[in-house]
Structure formats: structure tokens, C-alpha cells
């Protein structure tokens, strides 16, 4: 018996190496003949993966020619609507209700593209639920981008190389894959052109450049052209547009005027009050306050607002660990003094927070909102100081 068990063992042995032995010969056979193909296969899936991500043509809504751009009132009842049109805020129906009960006219930042290129399907969505009349809308151009977005531009029929973009060196600054777009790279302009283009087909009306001095190619000032050609693309278009940066400490004059506003943040102390200077003392190198005259007697308009990285020491961060009462008196003197100056004061209703501030915050602990359903509840006195000019 134990006899025959061995056998059988020794007969299967057999039959494995010998199954083994001819798979070997197979592959080695075939081996010589798809070699050629196999360093083709990684290309193909490549961009087999790519075709897939190919959007059907986007159809935007129709809608009328926005009215012209009120400057007057982007000053007196402007807010900082952060990524409202990209739904960045966690509870989009929420923030697109306070928006909708608010004394806004204008939208300052509403599309968000840090790090993200603008969804436009999602943007025209968001559009078609703002109820309010007559608002101005503004798209942020962040000096931020992922270099592995997947972007597509059906203008050329072709995905956009953000790697390409990046400012030399710069590669991981905002975290990973993130880098500085160069406005000298040929393809930075032409995304620029593209998404602009296409905002102004759905009314987008502001278009805000996040820290230019960041963005500029260095050898040349490109945002001459740049401006140029999105005021040339929306004047085809029929659509009144206002053009700003965050110009930090410039003060050139022929650049500031290229401008219809010069943007910043306001420098706030714990008590709510500004500084004399040009510079924001507590930073090592000049963190422009663009009020000053060395910046606001060269620019057309400037706007301010309370700045904000997610840092304790930024304006908003300041501002949220006030009491109540604290925070209407500050918006309250900000508002007059600037607006009285002739100078805008955007109102703040989205904006991101340090998670460990310590203060009142919005839907989360790292954003700010004045909505009454949250923590702060500043939407009452924000709405009566921008309808009234004041608190009473």
C-alpha cells in the first residue's frame, strides 16, 4: 500500500515538471515575438486613461448679458464669498442660502481655484441657484497649482501640462505636487486664457490674481498682455469686466494702473485696529497696507478685507476669537473708515481658520462663516452695516 502511495507521488512529480518545462518553452517562444509590443503597452494605457477622462462638451445655461459692473457698489457691499461657485464650503446649500438673504452685490472670490482648476459644469450649477439679482461674481487666479491635475481644454482639443507651468524651484512649495505658475510660461497664459474665456461666458465679471509679484515671469512684465486679452475676450463678448491683483508691496505706478483694483488684507491687531505705515510691522519684509498712499494714490480702486492662510496671526483668525459685540464694532470701523476713503471693505462670509483658533467658526472649526446656525452669528450685523452704514 505504501508502496503504490510513493508511486503515485512520484508520478505527479513528474507531470508538474514536466507542465512546468513546457509553459517555459512557451513563453520563451512568444517572448521574442510581442517584446517589441510589450514597451508600447504603458503608453497606451496611459493614454487610454487619459481619453477616459475626456468631459462631454459642457452646454452652460443661457442666461442674459450681466449688467455693467458698479464700482461704487463692489466698495459698499462687497463680500468674500470663497469658493461659493466651487462648492468648497462642506455645507454648499447653507452658504448659497446666507448668500441669497445677504446684502452682497459683489462676490469677491467666489470661484476658488487654489490648487484646482475651476469645474465650470459645477460653477454654472451653483450660478443657477443664487436667486439674488443683479450680483457681480469673481474668480480668484491663484498663484498655486496642482501639477497632476488633469485638465482638458476642448478649445484644442487637448489636456493642459500643468507640470510645464511651474516657476523653477518652486516644485512642493504649497505641499506635494503643488508649484508657482510662471506667467513666461507659454502654457500658464494659455490656461489663463482658456478659463477666463470661459467664466466670461457664464458672467463671471472680477477676476482677482492671487499674489502677482509671485506669478510675473521675472524678465518681463507679462500681465500687460494678460489683462489685454481678458478685457478683449469679454469686450467680443458683450460683458462688462473689473480686473485686480494682490499686489502686495509694488508700487509702480504704470503696473498698479494696469489694474481696476489693487487687493489685500486689512493687518488687524487683537483689538481690531489698523496701522499707520506702509508696511504691516509685525512681518520681517514689507507686507503691504494697500491703503497707505505709497500704493492707493497709484491704483485705480483698492479693496480690503480680513486676510486670511489658516494661520492664528492672520486678520480672520483675529477677528474670530472676539467676542461678539467686539466683532460688530470692528467690522463696523472697518467698514466706515475704509468705504469713507473712498475704498471698498469686503465683508467676510466664508474664509479659512487655524483648526486649533479658539474662537467662533462656521460649519467646521477650520472656517469661518457668519451664519446665525453657526457659532458667530455676525450675519445680522454684517447685513445692517452694509444696507445702513452702520450698526443702528
Not at 512529480?13 to 517589441?36: D, N, R, S
Not at 454648499?92 to 470661484?111: A, P, V
Not at 481644454?153 to 505658475?181: L, Q
Request: net charge neutral; proline share 4%.
Amino acid at each position: 500500500m505504501n508502496l503504490k502511495r510513493e508511486i503515485k507521488i512520484q508520478y505527479a512529480i513528474v507531470i508538474v515538471v514536466v507542465t512546468a518545462i513546457l509553459c517555459g518553452v512557451f513563453v520563451w517562444f512568444f517572448a521574442g515575438k510581442v517584446g517589441e509590443e510589450v514597451e508600447a503597452v504603458p503608453t497606451l494605457v496611459k493614454i487610454e486613461k487619459k481619453v477616459s477622462k475626456i468631459p462631454e462638451k459642457f452646454t452652460p445655461l443661457k442666461r442674459p448679458i450681466p449688467s455693467p459692473v458698479n464700482m461704487k457698489k463692489v466698495k459698499t457691499k462687497g463680500c468674500v464669498a470663497d469658493g461659493l461657485l466651487s462648492e468648497y464650503h462642506p455645507e454648499n446649500e447653507d452658504f448659497i442660502d446666507l448668500i441669497n438673504r445677504s446684502e452682497c452685490y459683489y462676490l469677491h472670490r467666489s470661484i476658488e481655484t487654489w490648487l484646482k482648476p475651476p469645474d465650470f459644469e459645477t460653477i454654472d450649477f451653483v450660478m443657477d441657484k443664487i436667486k439674488k439679482g443683479n450680483v457681480v461674481y469673481g474668480m480668484f487666479i491663484a498663484e498655486a497649482i496642482d501639477t497632476k491635475a488633469v485638465y482638458f481644454n476642448d478649445y484644442e482639443k487637448r489636456f493642459f501640462d500643468f507640470d510645464a507651468m511651474c516657476r523653477e524651484g518652486s516644485k512642493n512649495i504649497w505641499g506635494e505636487h503643488s508649484c508657482k505658475p510662471n506667467f513666461a510660461n507659454k502654457e500658464y497664459r494659455e490656461y489663463i486664457k482658456y478659463t477666463t474665456s470661459k467664466a466670461i461666458d457664464l458672467g463671471i465679471q472680477s477676476f482677482t490674481f492671487g499674489q502677482i509679484y509671485m506669478q510675473e515671469g521675472g524678465e518681463k512684465d507679462y500681465a500687460f498682455e494678460i489683462v489685454d486679452d481678458i478685457r478683449d475676450y469679454a469686450k467680443k463678448q458683450k460683458v462688462d469686466v473689473i480686473i485686480g491683483a494682490q499686489t502686495g508691496a509694488i508700487t509702480d505706478e504704470k503696473y498698479l494702473k494696469i489694474f481696476d483694483y489693487i487687493e489685500g488684507g486689512v493687518g488687524i491687531d487683537n483689538e481690531g485696529k489698523i496701522e499707520n505705515g506702509p508696511c504691516l510691522s509685525r512681518k520681517e519684509s514689507c507686507w503691504g497696507l494697500l491703503w497707505h498712499e505709497d500704493f492707493s494714490s497709484k491704483a485705480e480702486n483698492v479693496l480690503l478685507h480680513l486676510d486670511w492662510t489658516g494661520i492664528k496671526e492672520d486678520d480672520l483668525d483675529r477677528f474670530a476669537r472676539m467676542d461678539k459685540k467686539k466683532r460688530a464694532e470692528t467690522l463696523e470701523y472697518l467698514y466706515q473708515y475704509f468705504t469713507s476713503k473712498n475704498m471698498g471693505f469686503l465683508m467676510p462670509f466664508f474664509g479659512v481658520l487655524d483648526r486649533e483658533n479658539g474662537g467662533c467658526y462656521g460649519p467646521k472649526k477650520r472656517f469661518y462663516s457668519p451664519d446665525n446656525q453657526y457659532s458667530c452669528k455676525d450675519e445680522g450685523a454684517i447685513n445692517r452695516i452694509m444696507k445702513n452704514g452702520n450698526l443702528r
